[in-house]
Nanobody
Framework: QVQLVAAGGGSVQTGGSLRLSCAGS????????MAWFRQAPGKTRARVAR???????SYADSVKGRFTISEDNDKDVLYLQMNSLKPEDTAMYYC?????????????????WGQGTQVTVSS
């Protein structure tokens, strides 16, 4: 059974940094696509960053140049390094996984979800 446990959220001021982590189990990392999503109150869940098992990464325009997604496949941990944080980055952040062959892009494509970790950025 696939399990994802997200951690690392918190409260920071504008310009600060946080690193989120997502510990996975029950799957073979190299056959899965991983992603981070976020959802602010009253808004739909949106993909922030995505990484495929071949190392390909993609980012939402709003976070390009500030966020970096990475994986430690030996430890089955997914990371999201977030720098130069802005108040509009405030949201609940979720990690997600899906078998690579699905070519998951939107939230409904992802099969497995972590519990979410809150990020709050104050001005």
């Amino acid at each position: 059974q696939v399990q994802l446990v997200a951690a690392g959220g918190g409260s920071v001021q504008t310009g600060g940094s946080l690193r989120l982590s997502c510990a996975g189990s029950g799957y073979t990392a190299r056959t899965y696509c991983m992603a981070w999503f976020r959802q602010a109150p009253g808004k739909t869940r949106a993909r922030v960053a995505r990484t495929d098992s071949d190392g390909t990464t993609s980012y939402a325009d709003s976070v390009k140049g500030r966020f970096t997604i990475s994986e430690d496949n030996d430890k089955d941990v997914l990371y999201l390094q977030m720098n130069s944080l802005k108040p509009e980055d405030t949201a609940m952040y979720y990690c997600a996984a899906a078998p690579r062959w699905i070519v998951p892009l939107k939230s409904t494509d992802f099969t497995y979800w972590g519990q979410g970790t809150q990020v709050t950025v104050s001005s």
